[in-house]
């Protein structure tokens, strides 16, 4: 689970550290990644392949991306497209071509080149503090909207803070989404629930040794990985 790739632009802000992977330190993480040999799918053709009882590749990993940040497009798509990597975006539908987010026409180029988009509502509320058609609006029309930009159908679904309980686990089943990722921390598998799908968070300035215990890797060769293995302290 990650948010923004970016240089933080206002050091004291640490909501916005902890949310934020500098670039170079983000293709280090690729780049380790990739090293491991781990294969990137996006949450559908995870979810996908679990449903079915398909196998998965070895080591398999879905990078998931949420709020749908413009970083995603200028700096995180490009970093794992040079690897073959693929990802999933979460994106808040009202907040599409605001500054900072993702414009509609860039949700559709990444979506052509392959990234899953996903939903994450379209104002990114307490979806437990809604019933009836408010829930509906923000969770099925939602899904309904982002399938017109992107051209095709929407299968994923990320709660906004991670905050679901059985009300909104069941107006995702009955919008016809496949998956709905939380907050909680752990590892996704056949015996998960796909209305609330665990995940392992990466946070602010997280090195590549952190990042090697969070996905089950071994520790990282440190003459390799020197610039990059120590957690970058906040500011
Ligand atoms: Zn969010």
Do not use: K
């Not at 059985?166 to 998960?192: C, I, L, M, N, P």
Request: aromatic content about 8%; some cysteine; hydrophobic content about 40%.
């Amino acid at each position: 689970m990650y948010h923004y790739v970016r240089n933080n632009p206002e050091p004291t802000d640490r909501i916005g550290y902890g949310l934020s992977i500098e670039p170079v330190l983000f293709r280090a993480h690729v780049a380790f990644l990739a090293e491991r040999g781990f294969t990137s799918m996006t949450v559908r053709d995870a979810t996908r392949a679990l449903t079915r009882g398909e196998g998965l590749p070895s080591r398999p990993i879905a990078l998931t991306f949420d709020d749908g940040y413009a970083d995603f497009f200028s700096e995180a798509w490009p970093i794992l497209r040079e690897r073959g990597m693929t990802a999933t975006s979460y994106v808040i539908v009202d907040l599409m071509d605001r500054p900072r987010y993702l414009s509609r026409v860039q949700v559709r180029l990444l979506s052509e080149a392959g990234v899953e988009i996903g939903s994450h509502t379209f104002t990114h509320p307490d979806l437990t503090s809604l019933t009836g058609v408010r829930l509906r609006r923000e969770v099925a029309e939602s899904r309904l909207a982002l399938a017109e930009i992107v051209g095709r159908e929407v299968e994923s679904f990320c709660y906004p803070a991670g905050q679901n309980n059985e009300a909104t686990r069941e107006a995702v089943r009955a919008a016809g989404y496949r998956s709905a990722v939380t907050t909680v921390h752990g590892y996704a598998s056949a015996a998960s629930d796909l209305a609330a799908l665990p995940r392992v968070r990466v946070y602010g300035g997280m090195g590549v040794a952190s990042l090697a215990s969070l996905v089950g890797e071994t520790p990282p060769d440190p003459a390799i990985w020197s610039a990059f293995l120590a957690d970058r302290p906040a500011p």
